[in-house]
């Protein structure tokens, strides 16, 4: 990669001089972008030095600039292996998969040849979640390129990197942990996901918000607006379980002048996408086009001499390239709605199953109260139904007088009540003590586990 380049016909060209938003540069630049062929253009230093060095080269835009690249077609570099640490943490995310109920294959690979995923988790009523996980280095194309064939194969895809500059952040579904030891994903440490999972917040625009109304740009219009914030304390075995189940989804966001400087992907609460499409006339929930990169604005030129070095071996994955420019700047992005006061979204989402009815097995045990001899029998009455609880918009399909009895008789709140991930039955899901299964799921899975080690001994 260099910033200087020698075309047959116009001689040196310095490409750090060119300005993409002088019309002149842009012309010329365009001009030659994509319209080369291999022989017109030449390594400076390779034709002057190093004959033997590969010299024909091409350009393109790398961070928003101009540079010429070498073609390097004579030379082939073997696969790099898989590192323990990208082991570990495929079988950290099958694992977690499988403690939420879900099955899980490693090393998928569609039946063309063209995908292999490296954890498939099959979630609920048909969900297909691909995990991928990144912690080298990747272009923009070639991860572009992975996520639509995971599209086509009606997958969703969930990237997971470590690099706060990975150009897969905000370029498709993605989740950053840190950068931990081996230790770490082998070990059962909690991993934290610090970018890539937002939710809605909704503040009112009065005279306690220090800033202006951001539709109007000065004053207060005591109405309500909307920001994606980053969600705090997800782990990220707890994001493969909720996306598995569809109570976490992935929402794309264009760029749109003088609204978002560049597209978003991110994760959100299915509450929290359903109540934005309900605000917003943006056309969202299509995702992007197949091959959509979003590529940064031109960036200013850096005005250097005209350079003759060749920095041919010099490799993209180097730690000070890499620590630049991070992408994943942790920001509050503006959703973009306005509304006159919140409200319950309205769900997009079928049901996974019809209410319980008297008889079934998700019918909930009301306990009959004695009465005294010689009265009539007491009329059994449900409990009164909550209002407003988180859970109640993540499961229409429940009534929320079960929600309310199951939580009195665990002697939980009412909060902490959810469907089981397996059989749907209402459990202590969430808090201290909660998991995603019930006892009776919890059994059979473990007694799965324990099958092939008994068949072994």
Known sequence: MAHGVFHKVLGAINLSELDLDVREDRLLWESLYGKTVKGDLECLECREQDPGCPQWMFLRLWKGRPVAVHYSTGRRHPTAPESPRHRALKDRIAQAAESAGYSAELEARAPDGRRRTDVLVHGEQGLQLGCEIQLSWATAPAVAKRSDIARSDGISPLWTTDDT????????????IDRLPLEAFSGGNPLLVRGGVKELKLKKCDSRNPLPCPDRGYGRCNQWHGTWAPTL????????????????????????????NRASHMWVATQDRDRYLDATSDDV????????VDDHAPARPENRPLPRECSYQQRLDDKEL?????????????AGITLPEPRAPRSRRAPLQAPPTAGSRNAPVIPQQASAPGSASPRLTPPPPLRGTLLDARRPSRPRADRAFVAARLGCLVEQVGPCASCQD??????VGGNPLCPRCRAQVEARRAKPRDAAT
Do not use: K
Request: glycine share 14%; aromatic share 6%.
């Open 285 to 292: 929930a299509a995702g992007p086009e197949p091959g959509t």
């Open 426 to 431: 209402l459990v202590q899901r969430y808090g």
């Open 233 to 260: 304390g997800m782990q990220l075995d707890r994001l493969v379980a909720v996306a598995a189940a569809g109570e976490y989804v992935s929402l794309y966001l264009p760029a749109q002048a003088g609204r978002r």
């Open 165 to 176: 500059g990975a150009p897969l952040i905000e370029r498709t579904p993605w989740a950053r």
């Open 322 to 334: 890499r620590g630049s420019l991070p992408r994943d700047t942790g920001a509050i992005v503006p």
